[in-house]
C-alpha cells in the first residue's frame, strides 16, 4: 500500500501526548489564504461537510514523510511585530500578488514555537526539525503560482527569533513597531489574548509572573509590551534584519520591505496596492481612518506614564537602530 499524500489538506491545530506533537489536519483544496488571519480562515474551513465529518489526525512522523516527499515553498522572509502597528496591512498587500503565499499568525507555528512547554523534555535539535517539517506542510502552494512564501508571526513569538533563526538560517525578517502611547491606547480599548496574564507562554523580562496575577492591567500590558521590543532589539545587529516604523507605511511595503525580502513589485501593481492600502487591513471592507491623533487624546496621564517607563527605552533603542540601518 502506497504512502497517503495530504494534497490541499492544511495542519491547522498542534496538540501534545506523550510529550510528542500530534497533528489535525482540514481540507482546503486549492483554497487561498484570503483573510486577514489564518484562523479566520480555518473558521470558515472547518465549517465545510467534509471537514466536519473527515479531519485527520497525524504523528510528527508524518509530517516529517510529508516534508521529504512534497517540501513545499521556502519562506522568503519573516514579519515580527511589536502589536497594533500595521504588520496586518503588510500581509495583506504581500498576498495580493499571485505569487505570494502568506501566513498571517498561524496557530501551529505558535503552539511548535512553545513546544518547550508541552515537551520539556524535547531537545533543541527536536524542536527545530519540528518547525521545519510543520513549516513545510503550510508552505504547500494553494494554486499553483506561488513562488514566495512569508509568514507573519505573533507578537509574542518574538522570544522565539532565536530557535526560528537557527532553524531558518539566511531567511530576512522584520520587526515593525509602532508609537508606544498609541499601541498602549489600542490594547486598552480591546486587549490582544497574549495579554492576558499567565496566556503568554514565555518569561517576560521585567515582569514576574507570581506578581502578575495582582498587577493593575495597563501596567502588565505596558510591562509585556517594553519586553516584546526589548526582545527585538536584543536580536540585533542582525544583517537578516529590518526595522519598520509604523509611520513608514505603506509606501515602505513596496519599497524597502520588497527590496529586503528579495522582490519589487511591477509598475502595473503599484496602483493596485495603493488602493488596497486605503482600505482597512484588518476589515477590508471599511475605508482606513488614521487614529494616531485620536489615540493620543484618548491617552490619560497614567497611561503616557506607563508608555514612558515600560515601552518607551526600548522604543528608543529601536529607533536609534533603525537610523544606523538608514545610514548604511
Not at 489564518?38 to 485527520?56: I, S
Request: proline share 8%; with cysteine.
Amino acid at each position: 500500500m502506497s504512502a497517503p499524500r495530504y494534497d490541499g489538506w492544511v495542519p491547522f491545530r498542534i496538540y501534545f501526548a506523550g510529550g510528542q506533537p500530534w497533528v489535525e489536519w482540514c481540507f482546503m483544496g486549492s483554497n487561498r489564504f484570503s483573510d486577514p488571519f489564518f484562523a479566520t480562515t480555518m473558521f470558515f474551513e472547518l465549517q465545510t461537510p467534509f471537514n466536519t465529518l473527515f479531519r485527520q489526525h497525524t504523528p510528527m512522523s508524518e509530517l516529517e514523510r510529508w516534508r521529504r516527499e512534497s517540501p513545499g515553498l521556502e519562506p522568503a522572509g519573516f514579519i515580527f511585530h511589536g502589536s497594533r502597528c500595521g504588520s496586518t496591512l503588510i500581509t495583506r498587500l504581500l498576498a495580493t500578488s499571485p505569487e505570494h503565499l502568506v501566513l498571517s499568525e498561524p496557530e501551529p507555528l505558535d503552539a511548535m514555537a512553545r513546544s518547550h512547554v508541552r515537551a520539556p523534555a524535547a531537545t533543541a535539535e527536536q524542536r527545530i526539525e519540528w518547525l521545519r517539517c510543520l513549516l513545510s506542510a503550510l508552505a504547500q502552494p494553494r494554486g499553483g503560482t506561488e513562488r514566495r512564501l512569508f509568514v507573519k508571526f505573533d507578537p509574542s513569538e518574538v522570544f522565539a527569533i532565536p530557535l526560528l533563526r537557527q532553524a531558518f538560517p539566511g531567511v530576512p525578517w522584520i520587526f515593525v513597531y509602532r508609537e508606544p502611547v498609541e499601541v498602549l491606547v489600542s490594547h486598552q480599548r480591546a486587549a490582544a489574548t497574549f495579554l492576558v496574564p499567565g496566556l503568554l507562554g514565555w518569561e517576560t523580562p521585567g515582569v514576574d509572573p507570581a506578581a502578575a496575577v495582582t498587577m493593575r492591567e495597563d501596567e502588565y500590558m505596558a510591562r509585556v509590551l517594553g519586553g516584546i521590543l526589548a526582545q527585538a532589539a536584543g536580536q540585533l545587529p542582525d544583517p537578516q534584519a529590518m526595522l519598520v516604523n509604523y509611520r513608514e507605511l505603506p509606501e515602505a511595503i513596496w519599497g524597502r520591505i520588497g527590496r529586503h525580502f528579495g522582490f519589487e513589485f511591477s509598475s502595473g501593481e503599484l496602483e493596485d496596492l495603493r488602493v488596497a492600502a486605503e482600505a482597512d487591513a484588518k476589515r477590508p471592507g471599511r475605508k482606513f481612518e488614521p487614529d494616531s491623533t485620536s489615540k493620543h487624546a484618548e491617552a490619560t496621564d497614567r497611561t503616557r506614564a506607563l508608555a514612558d517607563a515600560w515601552i518607551g527605552p526600548a522604543y528608543a533603542k529601536l529607533e536609534t537602530a533603525r537610523s544606523v540601518m538608514f545610514r548604511t
